[in-house]
């Protein structure tokens, strides 16, 4: 049990790593296409990369239960937006749902596993 909080961490980094270092890769896989200036590889560079890259590796660098905790918080998020693309925007289904898979569980696992007490 104790190696499912880094793992997820890590794979956290991998997945944003391809957003800070590949952002047009990343967006090619989103059916993304940048068009009038580059702000749309910066903001991938930013939101889909580097935010993802730093709360995972400060997770790995603190082992702290609270920095495990908000990331699952942000998989959360992600996963809500997901969802909520699928209802209302109805993007390609299959590759929505494989998305979302690598979202909640990890949330699920998360939250749960690091939830603070009080």
């Given at each position: 049990m104790d190696y499912i909080n880094p793992a997820i961490a890590l794979l956290t980094i991998a997945f944003g790593a391809f957003g800070?270092?590949?952002?047009?890769?990343?967006?090619s896989a989103l059916d993304m296409v940048p068009t009038g200036s580059t702000m749309g590889l910066s903001e991938l560079r930013a939101g889909s990369g580097g935010l993802f890259v730093a709360v995972g590796i400060w997770c790995l660098f603190t082992g702290d239960t609270y920095?495990?905790?908000?990331?699952?918080?942000?998989?959360?998020?992600?996963g809500a937006g997901r969802a909520l693309s699928i209802l209302v925007d109805k993007p390609p289904l299959k590759k929505a749902l494989v998305f979302l898979a690598f979202e909640w569980p990890p949330a699920a696992w998360l939250v749960w596993y690091n939830a603070p007490t009080f």
């Amino acid at each position: 049990m104790d190696y499912i909080n880094p793992a997820i961490a890590l794979l956290t980094i991998a997945f944003g790593a391809f957003g800070f270092l590949a952002p047009r890769y990343t967006a090619s896989a989103l059916d993304m296409v940048p068009t009038g200036s580059t702000m749309g590889l910066s903001e991938l560079r930013a939101g889909s990369g580097g935010l993802f890259v730093a709360v995972g590796i400060w997770c790995l660098f603190t082992g702290d239960t609270y920095a495990y905790f908000m990331l699952g918080v942000a998989y959360v998020g992600a996963g809500a937006g997901r969802a909520l693309s699928i209802l209302v925007d109805k993007p390609p289904l299959k590759k929505a749902l494989v998305f979302l898979a690598f979202e909640w569980p990890p949330a699920a696992w998360l939250v749960w596993y690091n939830a603070p007490t009080f």
